[in-house]
């Protein structure tokens, strides 16, 4: 199902990016061009579309998004309008540190994200396959007659009816046995 894995690939990569370019501007990164956060939608599309060929633990999501966002800031930093300040704009240590807390918040609130989301999908996949299944099974097997018993009938068909309701199945050792 490669169209559905891509479709998520794209939410998830177009929310991240999303994500990661607000708070970079939230630690003090200026505003980018649109074309660059169309390409880095592109990229982290890429990223997680291999990704998601199989649901991954959270180790290996989070070092992903950590990638990620360490990627995600040296593109953000690099398209500044205007240019960036060395230093990382006008706040030197403390915008250094306020951009390392963004992109560390966003790496750990995507991978979470994503972990349980594709848990949620594999829940619900797993359920609807069962249910499927379990209704497929329903189907093809025949039922059994039901034996009905006859009140206007002849003697065989009650005698069967009697013996039948007669004969009980008890599980377990008999009353009267004690084991030790």
């Not at 990382?88 to 790496?107: D, E, P, Q, R, S």
């Amino acid at each position: 199902m490669p169209v559905l894995r891509l479709l998520r690939a794209t939410v998830f990569a177009v929310v991240c990016v999303a994500v990661s370019l607000g708070m970079h501007a939230l630690a003090g990164g200026a505003a980018i061009d649109v074309a660059v956060f169309v390409g880095a939608t592109a990229l982290v599309t890429g990223g997680a579309y291999v990704l998601s060929r199989r649901q991954r633990g959270l180790g290996a999501l989070l070092a992903a998004a950590f990638v990620t966002q360490y990627g995600l800031h040296h593109l953000f930093s690099a398209a500044m309008r205007p240019p960036p300040v060395h230093g990382h704009g006008h706040g030197g240590l403390a915008v250094g540190v306020a951009m390392l807390l963004a992109h560390t918040v966003t790496a750990l609130l995507s991978a979470h994200w994503l972990e349980r989301g594709e848990t949620a999908l594999a829940t619900l996949l797993r359920l609807l396959v069962a249910a499927v299944v379990t209704l497929l099974v329903r189907v093809a097997t025949p039922s059994a007659p039901r034996l009905v018993p006859r009140r206007h009938g002849d003697g065989a068909s009650l005698f069967l009816t009697r013996l039948l309701a007669s004969a009980v199945s008890r599980r377990g050792p008999p009353a009267g046995v004690v084991v030790i």
